[in-house]
């Protein structure tokens, strides 16, 4: 038999619980959802798609990329965004691709972002609704390429944000030409649905926006810098929450940079950033530079890669002049001190 001062106890907490039990299935959600499990800061690696000599999706491929960069110490990856080819892929390789990716990344420490974009509303919420049920750690998506107006974009927005709880980051780049989301509309997006307060930010006046969007935390809850980290060390200084970037052939160096510039040691990410902008150089004067590296380290088995658009495509492999791969490795051997001693 309860003593009164136990049935006390019970009722109250009945009283506290109530609430709960009323919720519905989304709001539960949503709730659980308000803090990810895995943080959402440092450097996520937009995968590169990897391409058989035929030009198909090498899956293996891509499963040994997502492995190498968790185990290299990034903090997440992402797919399929700008630097994945997604322009070249087609709608059923979208689908298996995060689907491949989803069952890769359970149990890895790195988080799972998974690009949503689409043309419209309509097309971005079918690859949401398959991406929300294989619960990744955020998604993220590119403004839609359809839309007429500033209004456009925030209906599509906040559609996906309605059929969501995770983070969400809205990239800035992607959408109509000369037409990227304006900060106050992230803002109020962010200020109306918490979890869409991630920002990948990659549009002109570039520093100026930062800026304003770093003063705005909160209601934003982080903002990465991207851009094939070509102005990173800057906006690391500026106190970015991290990048977002194609790097899969360097996410050691990477890695190192962040922990570096996260230890307060503001020569050694110097010293490590020049490095890296060495190689990022080159890829401008040796175009397929960066798939030689993802092959000669053993990440992909070919430097095959798509043009041409996901109705159309042709495939193509890089084919460097001896001079070409000199300059390669004489400029990749300054990494060493920073890459893993079991990768090429």
């Not at 058989?52 to 290299?72: I, K, N, P």
């Not at 403004?143 to 456009?152: G, K, Q």
């Not at 922990?259 to 110097?270: F, I, K, S």
Request: positive net charge.
């Amino acid at each position: 038999m309860l003593t009164r001062r136990e049935f006390g106890r019970l009722t109250f907490a009945g009283v506290l619980a109530t609430p709960k039990l009323a919720m519905n299935a989304r709001e539960r959600r949503r709730e659980a959802l308000a803090e990810p499990p895995k943080s959402m800061r440092g450097v996520f690696i937009i995968l590169t798609t990897p391409f058989t000599a035929s030009g198909e999706v090498d899956w293996d491929d891509l499963a040994r990329e997502t492995t190498f960069v968790d185990r290299c110490g990034c903090h997440g990856v992402v797919w399929p965004q700008g630097s994945s080819g997604v322009a070249n892929l087609t709608k059923a390789e979208r689908l298996r691709g995060i689907e491949a990716l989803a069952s890769v990344a359970k149990g890895k420490r790195v988080a799972l972002v998974l690009g949503v974009q689409g043309k419209d509303a309509t097309e971005m919420l079918e690859y949401a609704r398959r991406a929300e049920a294989l619960e990744p750690d955020a998604m993220i998506a590119m403004p839609p390429s359809a839309a007429h107006s500033v209004d456009d974009y925030r209906d599509y927005f906040r559609a996906l944000a309605r059929l969501t709880a995770r983070p969400v980051f809205i990239q800035t780049s992607g959408g109509v030409r000369d037409l990227p989301p304006p900060v106050d509309l992230i803002l109020e997006l962010a200020k109306e649905f918490p979890h869409l307060g991630y920002v990948k930010e990659e549009s002109a006046p570039l520093v100026e926006r930062m800026k304003r969007e770093v003063a705005q935390r909160p209601p934003l809850k982080a903002v990465f810098s991207a851009s094939l980290g070509a102005g990173w060390l800057y906006e690391m200084r500026l106190g970015l929450d991290g990048v977002m970037t194609g790097m899969g052939m360097y996410p050691d160096l990477m890695a190192r940079i962040w922990a570096l510039h996260e230890a307060g040691d503001a020569d050694g990410v110097r010293e490590a950033y020049a490095k890296f902008l060495l190689m990022r150089n080159l890829q401008q004067q040796i175009p397929g530079a960066d798939l030689y590296l993802m092959k000669k380290r053993g990440i992909f088995k070919t430097a095959a890669s798509r043009t041409g658009g996901a109705a159309a495509w042709k495939v193509t492999s890089v084919d460097l002049a001896p001079d070409a791969i000199a300059e390669i490795e004489y400029r990749y051997a300054a990494l060493k001190p920073y890459l893993r001693t079991d990768h090429p």
